[in-house]
Each structure stands twice: as structure tokens, then as C-alpha cells.
């Protein structure tokens, strides 16, 4: 049975700043909670879009949770430069579940992440890697640490890769280091579609989950004990432990059934289980369980917690924490801590690129967002795509793309819509007159369950007469439109994946997004905000572009132009016929009147203008057909830079194009 005093003891002893990767997952968030119970200069570091509800639930301090894309060797070395870290606990890993199936994340996350840390570990005490079970595959019967490594799974392949790096750096890079193989860990804030807590609460309504083969086995470890294993760890390092691997286990191999008659015993439950009503997953194996007796003898270490004990204490912290109200609900809102995709049309901005992507990744590091940052460079003549291409090679989650000529800002963002892999994405203009602060209160109300939020423009920075223009069009507009378009409000927004689906499927070849973003309906509320004045340069908009904008909304979203011609047509043809009667009776009444040229001038002037005006409108709607008939592509992209890789070819832009589908899938 676990000593929590010793325990707390133990954490005391640490050396500090303690930095835990992966903190927003199972083990992570224990290992913070027990800390946190003791000292407070321990930093959970989290990347996860749908685990962070963990360190939300357990009240972890904003200050004390510090945004990093391990992938990304420059977010981690700041961080590493901002806090010094002296003991280390890296539990970030990827691919551990069938839900997590991208296999080239798996790799990025468990291998390039792992030497990212550790290249950055100059001066830190201990580094303790959450290493697993599954690197030794198919050699799952009490293998002894030293044995064959026989992975059977890209995870555990890249398990195996994160061990042997351990390895190298500790032998040749001085790095303290080494690597925890880590069996079948249960407990306290498990993730609720997992076997121990799905059982437990089925355990509370008398009934069983959907089972696979009874022998299958494993070997649990409370977590608890996991957590003491990784302070043990810290605590004993010293040369001869530097660069090995340990079994964190029990050495107790625990079939399905046995487990299920403990619980069935345990907890009272009447009716008898029914086997093999689920398929076995690949991983399933009949034999897997550890031999904790290296970890024993050289970490002194060794788990405390029977499985009956602890089933009993999660089964009490299940009822304790008010499960189903409480932890299911956090689970399934994917919105907390999502990733977020900026997208950023650029033409003529590289002056203000550096200071927008700084701004950036400092709101987004601010309010612990997993980010993406698109910027579309639409053939901009001005050095944009040199500038673009510096800052995606020192950051991954920078993506930049270069159309084969300007397209117009609208295609630019449908062009980052395209390949954005964010649960929602901001659109933004790239001369900083679209502040990224607001991008936060955007969010705020994109968790209240709004899936547009847009920027109300409510003051612009810029002379009176054009703010009563832009006041002026924008209620025009309103009022003429055949849908409900907010005023002041442009094209920056936060709006929702499901929505963005929508937008890009659109088949349309004139787009004008804030209107067709209006169209498509869904809950949408505005967030008020000043424009500023553009930060470098002149304006890209002149008198023609806007009275072309203004065009293109009218004519996109609006008939009353057609509808007053019809109302013209009416009232001039009964103007015509009352014409007509009074010439007709002036004739016989005066019959000596003189009738001059200057009536007919005139008149032929008005009508031949009002006709004019009519064909003109006329046109303007068979233009959009003509522009609609032709199905151009919207935009083509010449080049994309991914995780700093330029794609040139349109084979490698196609295949990039692929992969991003295969992400969002």
C-alpha cells in the first residue's frame, strides 16, 4: 500500500524547476496533482487538444501550465530558456490508442519530440521518459529488459526508437536520462473510454462492458505507484542507471476474467458476464505482463497497490467526483484547449508578417492554444514569401502558401481554409489591422457554442467622411440583402470546422466569404473591436476597389437592383401613358401651341439613361453567370511550405494535399 507522506517526501526532495511533458494525459496529470499537493514550481507542459480537461478539473494555476509543441525544436528550447528546468518528466506520446491513427504524428511525436527534449536538456538533472510495454511487442511473457525488442505496431516501433535515443544521449551526450517501460497503468483520471474505468462505472449500474477473450491478460499498475515510480527514478540517478530501460510493473499477469470476477466480487454484481461479444483489438495478447526485478534491485522501487485496492479506490474517487456530471462531460468537450487555425491573406505585407506571427504565438501561448498559422501569400510583389519561408523553417505549425498570382484575399483564405486542420480557424488580413488580442474573446464565445464569431467593427481609424461611408454601405446593404448580414463586420472571424466545411464545398467562383459565412447559417454572435489604421505601407483598397466590393456584395447577395427596375419600368410606363393622353388633348385643346425640340431631347435623354442603367444591372448579374459557367479553379497555389519543406511540383502539392485529409479524417 502507497505511503502518501513518504511519498510527499520523496517530491520534496526533487530538484526543481520540475517541467512535466504530456501533462494534460492520464499519468502526466497525476504526476502534477501529487506535486502540486507539496511544492509549486512544477510546470505541466501540454500540447493536447482533448486532454487538458484534466489540468482544468484539478485547478492547476494559469501560470504553471506552459504551451509546447514538442515537434517543434524552437518552442521547446524557449521554454526551456524561460524556466531552466532541472528534473524532467516526459509523458507526451502519441499513438498509444486506436483513435490516434496518424502514423506520421506518431513518429514526429515520439521520436523527433523525444530528441527536441533532449537536445535541450543541457544543465537538467534528471529527464525520466515514459516509455511502454509495447516495445517489446510480441515478446510480451515477463521479458527481462535486456530481451528481444519485437514491436508489432508503428507505436511501439517508435517506442523502441525513443529508447535507443535515450540511450545515445546519455552515453554520448552526458545527458542524465533514462526510460520507464510503463504496463498497463489504471486509476484516478483515466481517460472514460478506457477498460478499468469504463468497467468501474459499469460496476455502479450492476452490469459488465462489452468484453473480448477472456485470457487475455495484462499486468496493472496503480497509477499511484507509477507516479513514485518516475520520482524514484529521478531521485536515483547517477551513471550507472543513465541511458537504461525499466519495467514498471508487477509481474503479475491478470487475465480478463480474473479481472472481471475481482470486480463482479468486489463490488456485488448479480449477473454473469458475456464473453467475446467485442472483437479482439491487434494488441490484445494472451501473455502480457512484465519482470519488475531490475527496477527493484537498481531504482529500488517496487508497486505497492494491490489490484483489488486500487479498483476499490477508483470505484470511491468515481462516486467522490460525481463521475457522469463531472468527468464525462470535460472528456467530451473536444472545444477545450482546441487547435486553432490562423489563416492570414498577405499581399504587400512583409514589414508586418514577423510582428503578426510574434503577436500571434504569444496570445496563442497566453491562452494555452494548440495552434496552426497559415499565411497565404497572394503573389504578393514585395519580399512576403522570403519572409514567410525564414519563420516556417523555425516553427512547424507555420504553413506557407503562394498562389501563382493574386487571387484576391477571398481566395487566400479559402486557399488556408483548404488545407487548415484546426477544430475552428481565424481569418485574418495581414497588416495588423485585424489585432490577434481579440482572437481570445473570439475564442471565449466560440466555447459558449457559437460557430461564427465574428469582429464587429464598431470605431475604424481613419477619416470621418470614410467612416460614414463604411457606416453608411454597410446598412444599405443590410437592408437590401435577401439574408440577415451583420453590419460592420468584415471577414475577420473565429468560426467553426463544421462551418468551414461548408464554405470551402461551396461551389461558387465569386466569393465574397462575410456574406456566404452569413448564408450558411449556423449560431453566430459578434465581438465588438477598434480597426486600426493599417501598420506599414499605403492600402491596398482605392475608390474603385471598394465601390467593386461593394458590387460584388450587392450583386451576390441582394435582388432589389432588379426589383427597381421592374418598379422604374412600372412607374415611367404610367407616366408614358399619362404623357400621351395630355399631348392628345393639349393638341385639340391648343392646337396653336408650339412643340419644341427641348421636350424630346430631354425625354429621349431620361429613357435612353434609365435603359442604360437598366442593361448596365442586367449585366452586371449576366456577368456572375458567365464568371459562374466557367468553373475556374478559385486559386492555384505555386508553392506550400510545410514543416519547413518547400513543395514546388504540383505532385508534391497534390500529395501534400492528400496527407491533410488524412489528417482531418
Sequence with gaps: ?????????????????????????????????????????????????????????????????????????????????AYNPKTVFNLAAYGAYSK?????????????????????????????????????????????????????????????????????????????????????????????????????????????????????????????????????????????????????????????????????????????????????????????????????????????????????????????VDYIDTILPAFNNTKLNAKISAIIACYKDGQAIPIMYDRLVKMFNETKLRYEIIFVNDCSPDDS??????????????????????????????????????????????????????????????????????????????????NLVYKGFYRVFSKISYIKIPVDAGDFSMIDRKVVHELINLPETEIFLRGLRAWVGFKQVGVDYMRPERMFGKSTNNWRKNIGWAKKAIFSFSFVPLELLSYMGFILTGFSFLAIIVQVAARFMYPNIPHGITTLIVLALFFGGIQLLAVSILGEYLSKIFEETKDRPKFIRRSVIFKGKSLNSASEIDNFKKDIQAIKR
Excluded at 267 to 295: C, H, V
Excluded at 406 to 417: E, P, T
Design 1 to 81: 500500500m502507497i505511503n502518501y507522506e513518504d511519498l510527499q517526501l520523496k517530491i520534496k526532495k526533487l530538484e526543481g524547476p520540475i517541467f512535466v511533458f504530456g501533462a494534460s494525459g492520464f499519468i502526466g496529470a497525476n504526476i502534477i496533482k501529487d506535486i502540486f499537493t507539496v511544492r509549486d514550481d512544477c510546470y505541466a507542459i501540454t500540447h493536447d487538444a482533448n486532454s487538458a480537461w484534466r489540468l482544468k478539473l484539478l485547478n492547476v494555476p494559469s501560470k504553471n501550465i506552459v504551451h509546447c509543441d514538442i515537434t517543434s525544436a524552437i518552442s521547446v528550447k524557449n521554454i526551456f530558456a
Design 100 to 320: 490516434q491513427s496518424n502514423v506520421p504524428l506518431i513518429y514526429e511525436t515520439n521520436v523527433n519530440g523525444t530528441v527536441n527534449i533532449l537536445d535541450s536538456c543541457e544543465g537538467v538533472k534528471a529527464y525520466i521518459h515514459a516509455g511502454s510495454s509495447s516495445e517489446y511487442g510480441t515478446n510480451s511473457a515477463a521479458p527481462q529488459e535486456g530481451d528481444s525488442l519485437e514491436p508489432n505496431s508503428h507505436y511501439a516501433a517508435s517506442k523502441v526508437s525513443a529508447s535507443y535515443i535515450i540511450q545515445y544521449y546519455a552515453r554520448y551526450k552526458n545527458v542524465p536520462a533514462l526510460n520507464l517501460r510503463l504496463y498497463s497503468v489504471y486509476g484516478l483520471w483515466e481517460e472514460p473510454d478506457r477498460l478499468v474505468p469504463v468497467m468501474i462505472e459499469k460496476a455502479r449500474q450492476g452490469a459488465y462492458p462489452v468484453l473480448v477473450e477472456k485470457e487475455i491478460s495484462r499486468d496493472f499498475v496503480y497509477v499511484t505507484d507509477a507516479v513514485e515510480a518516475f520520482v524514484d527514478a529521478a531521485l536515483v540517478m547517477n551513471p550507472g542507471v543513465h541511458g537504461k530501460s525499466y519495467n514498471i510493473c508487477t509481474g503479475e499477469k491478470t487475465t480478463l476474467e480474473q479481472l472481471v470476477n475481482l470486480v463482479r466480487t468486489e463490488f456485488n454484481i448479480n449477473t454473469e458476464p458475456a464473453w467475446g461479444n467485442m472483437q479482439n483489438r491487434k494488441w490484445d495478447l494472451k501473455d502480457w505482463y512484465g519482470n519488475p526485478e531490475k527496477s527493484k534491485l537498481e531504482l529500488g522501487w517496487k508497486a505497492k497497490t494491490q489490484l483489488k485496492e486500487g479498483l476499490r479506490r477508483t470505484y470511491d474517487w468515481h462516486q467522490d
Design 385 to 466: 514569401e522570403e519572409v514567410i519561408t525564414q519563420i516556417a523553417a523555425k516553427d512547424k505549425n507555420v504553413i506557407g502558401i503562394t498562389h501563382s498570382r493574386n487571387f484576391g484575399s477571398q481566395s487566400a483564405f479559402l486557399s488556408g481554409m483548404e488545407i487548415s486542420t484546426g477544430d475552428a480557424v481565424v481569418l485574418m488580413d495581414g497588416d495588423l489591422q485585424d489585432p490577434p488580442e481579440i482572437i481570445p474573446l473570439f475564442y471565449k464565445k466560440w466555447l459558449e457554442g457559437n460557430d461564427v464569431v465574428y469582429g464587429k467593427r464598431v470605431k475604424r481609424e481613419m477619416s470621418f467622411f470614410m
